[in-house]
């Protein structure tokens, strides 16, 4: 799997694997540095903030990527906000995967796109969609009232209903059903 698209592009000696971020952490105080880490979401430890703050401290500042087979926008914005460099999605096929590690290596300061994979880049010249109809759009799509949605984006019920009916009108959608449809055909969104 992954550890040998790591070997076939990363020099093996520089590799070092870990079953927890219990032994992460360890090996990070054992060797003093790291040069860039890939860590599973749901690995042992990871559960853990002060401990997942402390590795993110004591890897000074190098890049470490958190990887995951599906992740909610909770996940991804808790991601970004406690300090990884990335948040990647497993389903990326290998090459892929192996390129946005060097990305994130290469430009290793916090970017905001390495964030995005589990939603793909708008075309150009598609409908302008902000950042919050986007994960309204998202919500939507897992079938969740505007209540919930409301709950799960810390705004009003009344605001989720406003974004759905501009972006009802931005998609041309009849119905919730519809817009996630136009959603993902224009690939603004995942199934």
Same mark, same amino acid.
């Given at each position: 799997g992954?550890g040998?698209? !790591?070997t076939d592009?990363?020099?093996m000696?520089?590799i070092? +694997? #870990?079953?927890s971020?219990h032994?992460?952490q360890?090996l990070?105080?054992?060797k003093?540095w790291?040069?860039? #880490?890939?860590?599973?979401?749901k690995?042992p430890?990871m559960?853990?903030e002060?401990?997942?703050?402390?590795?993110?401290?004591q890897s000074?500042?190098?890049?470490?990527?958190l990887m995951?087979?599906?992740?909610?926008? !909770?996940?991804?914005?808790?991601a970004?906000?406690v300090?990884?460099?990335?948040?990647?999605p497993?389903?990326?096929?290998?090459?892929?995967f192996?390129r946005?590690?060097q990305d994130v #290596?290469i430009n290793?300061?916090h970017?905001?796109?390495f964030f995005?994979?589990?939603?793909?880049?708008?075309?150009?010249g598609?409908r302008?969609i902000?950042r919050?109809e986007?994960?309204i759009v998202?919500l939507v799509?897992?079938?969740?009232s505007?209540?919930?949605?409301?709950?799960?984006?810390q705004?009003?019920p009344e605001?989720?209903?406003a974004?759905?009916?501009?972006?009802?009108g931005?998609f041309?959608?009849r119905?919730?059903?519809?817009?996630? +449809?136009?959603? +993902?055909?224009e690939?603004?969104?995942?199934?």
């Amino acid at each position: 799997g992954i550890g040998a698209l !790591l070997t076939d592009s990363f020099s093996m000696s520089r590799i070092s +694997v #870990c079953y927890s971020l219990h032994e992460a952490q360890t090996l990070l105080e054992q060797k003093g540095w790291i040069e860039v #880490c890939l860590l599973d979401f749901k690995m042992p430890g990871m559960n853990e903030e002060p401990l997942v703050r402390r590795f993110l401290n004591q890897s000074g500042h190098r890049p470490v990527i958190l990887m995951s087979g599906e992740a909610s926008l !909770l996940d991804i914005e808790w991601a970004r906000d406690v300090g990884f460099s990335a948040f990647l999605p497993k389903t990326l096929d290998g090459p892929a995967f192996v390129r946005r590690i060097q990305d994130v #290596c290469i430009n290793s300061a916090h970017d905001a796109e390495f964030f995005g994979d589990f939603s793909p880049a708008r075309a150009p010249g598609h409908r302008k969609i902000s950042r919050r109809e986007l994960d309204i759009v998202q919500l939507v799509k897992l079938g969740i009232s505007n209540k919930e949605i409301a709950d799960i984006a810390q705004v009003s019920p009344e605001t989720v209903k406003a974004h759905l009916k501009a972006l009802q009108g931005k998609f041309g959608a009849r119905s919730r059903t519809d817009l996630v +449809v136009k959603a +993902v055909a224009e690939g603004y969104i995942r199934i």
